[in-house]
């Protein structure tokens, strides 16, 4: 009896936005393991080269591409190298995402507000846009957003942050309904509470985690490796009927 290979990503290309640390760099590696050529990127070159190095050095392919996508020349200039050094991408993961202000939401200032919305909204949308245009000439692709379980129920001051999450998952299901004719298909993960930097200002508060644990039913914070096999489901043939779906990766959180 053979094993399957539902999870094969030989010759693939994949790009991993936020790669540089935490659940992206899980999710890159991973994808790599699998046989993906992945191109990982997030602002700074050297945390991406670093992993990309790790990858290469477990026998894996990666490319290190910087990329802020809150900055829309970047996202168009990422596009035109990935085109022009690949000619294709078959798996985009949407993961970089900004919370700067923690705070009331009445207190909640402009420009927090609008890097929020830039990197959170307008980057996952153009950056999927670019990538589904690149699908559409292959016939096939998946994007897969990191949204939030924020977006579902917001977390307490993190007013922004949520409302940006509630965005990503509407707009997994539009990329889903009108691209899904050029066989791209596009998902989207909701982590529950994650042990990663960017969110250690609850994992680190004693007394913001012991609140959370008692609403978590599995009792215990995610790693971020934990993160990385949904995605890899949803880049993958196994989950080839699955489409503008959220799915839940939050211990119970919000069952």
């Known amino acids: 009896m053979s094993k399957t290979n539902l999870f094969d990503l030989d010759g693939k290309i994949a790009f991993v936005s936020g790669a540089s640390r935490g659940i992206g760099e899980a999710i890159a590696k991973l994808l790599a393991q699998q046989g993906a050529h992945v191109i990982v990127s997030s ?11 790790a990858i290469i050095a477990d026998g894996g392919k990666a490319t290190a591409i910087a ?3 809150g900055e829309m020349e970047q996202i168009q200039s990422v596009f035109a190298q990935i085109s022009e050094q690949f000619g294709r991408l078959d798996i985009l993961v949407n993961n970089a995402a900004t919370n700067p202000q923690f705070c009331n939401v009445l207190d909640t200032d402009l420009s927090a507000f609008q890097k929020t919305v830039d990197v959170n909204i307008r980057g996952y949308f153009f950056m999927s846009i670019e990538a589904g245009k690149l699908m559409r000439k292959n016939g096939s692709g998946s994007i897969i957003n990191v949204a939030s379980i924020n977006g579902v129920s917001p977390g307490e001051f993190q007013g922004i942050y949520s409302v940006t999450k509630a965005a990503v998952i509407n707009m ?4 889903a309904k009108e691209c899904a ?11 529950g509470l994650t042990d990663t930097k960017f969110a250690s200002a609850l994992v680190k508060n004693d007394s913001i985690l012991n609140v959370a644990l008692q609403r978590i039913p599995l009792k215990r914070v995610a790693d971020p490796s934990e993160m990385a096999g949904t995605v890899l489901y949803l880049a993958s043939d196994a989950s080839s009927y699955t489409t503008g779906v959220a799915l839940n990766v939050d211990g119970g959180f919000l069952s």
């Open 67 to 69: 990329c802020h996508i």
């Open 172 to 175: 997994t299901k539009v990329f």
């Open 43 to 53: 602002r700074k070159i050297e945390g991406c080269q670093a992993v990309a190095d």
């Open 181 to 191: 004719q050029f066989g791209i298909r596009c998902n989207a993960l909701l982590p």
